[in-house]
């Protein structure tokens, strides 16, 4: 696109989005110049500009999500940096923090580098590299977390995602540690030694199909753990992907006491179950948000490893508990998880099968699934939130003169059966084959370009 000035220091106007409802108000034009909101208003009109026809549609602040797998370095059959930024572009991101659980893993402020220049280079979502806790993940000494604070990427979330950080004098002078930069700790709270052998969540379902279960007090005793440490050290924390009832009456009592922590929820631990796993198509979102998903209902053949993820798909009480939370804000933010699989590490027996599932392109859909047009809360908990909690100050702001123009514009009245075969994603593990969801991402735009228009990525 190539952008003429007009009377010296005056950028012309690059892009008018007409008639956009601004997280969800009334309809309103957006002049977008320089990489910034210009102007907002009605009737606005712009010499020059690309007219983006936006009647229905409602502009949100560029999601940004703090808990993305994109693979690369190491595995680059199931994601890249670039096929990752792609697919979350067409999700809606403007922003992902990259996981350090890759190979070799980001450990050192020259991985950690790496991850921040292909971001750039791809050019698509601003991707925010996580460091790991852990020389290699292995959980015996810390990683050089102030050289990768100090580095190019500029890391404040240091995470040893996948492996908790199990041991907690580790823990302390981690939270220590990074207290320093006001980084933050992002916890896989999974005690090791109660999910041993675990395939899925402990309860009826896993009895019935005789699979080792991963039980709920082993997610709930390392919260209640590292809450403690975390006051104690008076040092930020934030637990990833929570998913029990239980998980969710740790956070309160600790939010309570005034602990620094916060907590994130996935889309899939909103919408399913551990029925699934048995074959039975229990969604618990429509429930809220009304009956959007097909395929409801319906019985399958079970031990679909699409569905094996880590922490493991829970009850529908604990999924009810877990969208009260999120509504209340006991849990801050949404974060996908996106954990792309090549198909050997997924299409092959339930027990050899990876953990993981994507979610990028289709998490706004499952939350438009889960709680309908709230777009006010959407926004809190996928761009607000999650941006202040990565520090990304050019990012979860709602579209207002001045403002980094990284939005997203989202088309409510939309269907879409999910096809694995059109997503962006190198892998193709999708949990929502075949189901329809609600809302499609019509154009995103960082830093004043589209990267996403009319529904396909522009690059
Ligand atoms: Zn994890």
């Known amino acids: 696109m190539s952008k003429s000035t007009v009377g010296g220091d005056q950028v012309t106007p690059t892009y008018l989005i007409r008639g956009a409802r601004v997280v969800g108000g009334g309809p309103t034009d957006l002049l977008v110049a320089g990489g910034v ?6 009737g606005l009109d712009a010499r020059g500009a690309t007219v983006v026809d936006a009647d229905g549609l409602v502009a949100l602040p560029g999601l940004v999500d703090l808990h993305t797998h994109l693979r690369e370095p190491g595995r680059e059959d ?40 292909l971001g750039r280079e791809a050019g698509l979502v601003d991707v925010q590299p996580i460091g790991a806790v852990t020389v290699g993940l292995a959980g015996e000494r810390l990683a050089e977390l102030g050289a990768m604070a100090d580095s190019a990427a500029r890391v404040r979330i240091f995470s040893d995602d996948g492996h908790c950080v199990a041991d907690p004098r580790l823990m302390r002078r981690a939270l220590e540690y990074v207290k320093a930069f006001d980084g933050v700790i992002a916890q896989h709270a999974e005690e090791p030694r109660l999910t041993e052998g ?64 916060t907590a994130e929820v ?114 809190e908990r996928m761009s607000r939130t999650p941006a202040r909690i990565a520090g990304l100050v050019e990012h979860g702001r709602d579209p207002a003169p001045g403002v980094p123009a990284n939005l997203t514009l989202v088309d409510p009245a939309a269907r879409r059966t999910v096809d694995p075969g059109e997503m962006a994603s190198r892998s193709r593990n999708t949990p929502y084959a075949g189901m329809t969801l609600p809302g499609r991402i019509v154009a995103t735009f960082l830093a004043g370009e589209p990267t996403v228009l009319d529904g396909k990525a522009v690059r």
Request: aromatic share 4%; charged share 20%; glycine share 10%.
């Open 198 to 261: 675990a395939q899925m969540h402990e309860g009826e379902v896993s009895t019935r199909l005789g699979l080792t279960g991963w039980p709920a007090v082993a997610e709930e005793a390392i919260i209640a753990r590292d809450v403690l440490l975390a006051e104690h050290v008076g040092s930020r924390l934030h637990v990833c992907h929570l998913s029990t009832a239980g998980s969710v009456e740790v956070l309160r009592h600790a939010k309570a006491r005034g602990v620094r922590v």
């Open 266 to 379: 996935t889309p899939h631990h909103l919408l399913l179950t551990d029925e699934i796993v048995g074959g039975r198509r229990e969604l618990v979102g429509p429930a809220l948000a009304g009956p959007t998903s097909g395929g409801a209902g319906t019985v399958g053949t079970g031990y679909d490893p699409v569905f094996k993820v880590n922490p493991p798909l829970r009850t529908a009480a604990d999924a009810a508990a877990l969208r009260e939370a999120l509504i209340e804000g006991i849990i801050d933010v949404v974060a996908t998880d996106h954990a792309p699989h090549a198909l050997e590490d997924k299409e092959c027996e339930w027990a050899y099968a990876r953990p993981g599932m994507l979610g990028l392109e289709t998490a706004l859909s499952v939350l438009l699934s889960v709680l309908g047009e709230r777009w006010d809360l959407i926004a």
């Open 37 to 42: 909101v210009t102007r907002v208003g009605s």
């Open 78 to 117: 199931a994601e890249t940096v670039e096929s990752g930024s792609r697919a979350a572009a067409l999700g809606g991101y403007t922003a992902v923090c990259a996981m350090a659980n890759t190979s070799p893993v980001a450990d050192t402020a020259g991985v950690v580098e790496q991850v921040w220049r």
